[in-house]
């Protein structure tokens, strides 16, 4: 695997939620001066594996969901090997996003961010690509750097952190890099979700698809898989431990939440589904040997009895593979005998940022009026 620079970041202790989200490059909200009972926002993530849509409606200070969209792309497939996008790969991801436009269309969006990540960012024709995008569909993608995508992770799943944890590692298994998050936790009131600082973070460049590529994900012998997670597990090494709270793990005072298909996966496998429910695996709780049990079970099956695993499926089955890799070797740096299991992650931290746009808006909205009604009445 190449050795890539990346950055290890200390944050400040600044908890996400209060943070200031990356300036929007998509195009301007629309009808942001509607009725707030009428705003829709929508999330697009575009990643090296898949291609999401989230588009919801504000209830309080939460979110109803009002339409969603989920398509296996694999823009990054042979990236590794090439430095670009194929064009079978950006071809099926402009027809996925093109489902992706009719649906923001149809709902009446009225606040929206795209966002592409490590495909787009590694790709010599990301940009280019990203062009074509506009031109076939009108939608606006931003390539976002990986401390956003991070961030974006922290904001959208912090609320499953345990808040009578000391610290959480949160990690998101891409298909082309994976995003780890270091975090303090602290309670707040009663029945509030608990107060989350980010100590630091750091961006791997690995993922499932490029391991995939490089390992041969169809069939991985026990010797291969060790080889991997050895590999993965030295770039996991010379992180160190950037937000010193590896003796909170150690004391079992810690444990790991992940967002991605990966761990939704195993989740699955794990509850014995006999089909994907979000409802019964976002907020689940694993143990750590349960992981290893299932990681293993994955390992020795077939490339075929692998897609026939309902969580799993054909599109993932020379993939998930990797993503035990990963995680275990995740687990071996940093023990926790706990997992908590997240079906969300990206979309939801843009969501949230659009509501927080959408309040600023109508504050604002309200004021002017306010001025405006002052004047007329002096006048």
């Keep these: 695997m190449t050795r890539k620079k990346r950055n290890i970041r200390a944050s400040g202790g600044s908890d996400p939620a209060d943070r200031p989200p990356q300036q929007n490059q998509n195009r301007p909200s629309r009808n942001s001066g509607r009725d707030r009972r009428q705003l829709r926002f929508a999330a697009i993530d575009l990643g090296t594996n898949n291609c999401r849509l989230l588009i919801a409606a504000p209830r309080g200070r939460n979110f109803r969901i009002v339409d969603a969209f989920s398509r296996i792309v694999r823009l990054g497939e042979g990236l590794g090997q090439t430095g670009r996008l194929s064009d ?6 402009v027809n996925a996003l093109k489902v992706c436009a009719q649906k923001i269309e149809k709902r009446g969006v009225t606040h929206i961010r795209c966002i592409a990540t490590q495909a787009c960012r590694g790709a010599d024709n990301g940009e280019i690509f990203l062009e074509r995008v506009t031109e076939e569909t009108g939608l606006e ?3 976002i750097p990986t401390e956003e995508e991070a961030r974006l992770a922290v904001v959208g799943c912090a609320e499953l952190l345990d808040p009578n944890a000391e610290a959480g590692l949160i990690f998101d298994i891409g298909g082309g890099s994976t995003e780890m998050s270091w975090v303090k936790i602290s309670k707040r009131g009663e029945g509030q979700s608990p107060k989350v600082d980010v100590l630091a973070w750091t961006s791997l460049p690995f993922g499932v698809v490029s391991l995939a590529d490089k390992w041969d994900g169809r069939e991985i012998t026990r010797e291969k898989y060790d080889q991997m997670i050895e590999e993965i597990r030295a770039q996991i090494i010379s ?7 590896k003796a909170l793990f150690e004391k079992d005072n ?15 496998v794990h509850l014995g589904l ?3 429910r979000r409802d019964e695996i976002d907020g689940v709780w694993l143990s750590a040997k349960d992981a290893r049990g299932v990681t293993e079970r994955l390992r ?3 490339l075929d009895e692998r897609a026939g695993e309902p969580c799993i499926g054909p599109d993932r089955a020379d993939l998930v593979v990797c993503g035990c890799a990963i995680l275990d070797a ?3 740096e940093w023990p926790a005998s706990r997992i ?3 079906d969300r992650g990206l979309r939801e931290g843009i969501l949230a940022d659009l509501a927080q746009q959408a309040r600023r808006e109508h504050q604002r909205s309200r004021k002017s009026r306010s001025r405006r009604r002052r004047k007329k009445a002096k006048s």
Excluded: N, W
Aim: hydrophobic share 40%; no cysteine; net charge positive.
């Design 141 to 143: 993608f931003e390539i």
């Design 239 to 245: 992180v160190g431990d950037p937000g010193s709270v």
């Design 300 to 302: 020795l099956m077939s």
């Design 274 to 276: 006999k089909r994907y």
């Design 88 to 93: 079978g790969a950006m071809d099926r991801a």
């Design 340 to 342: 908590r299991v997240a």
């Design 254 to 268: 810690a444990h790991l939440l992940g967002t991605s298909g990966t761990v939704t996966s195993i989740a699955g």
């Design 330 to 332: 995740l687990q071996r």
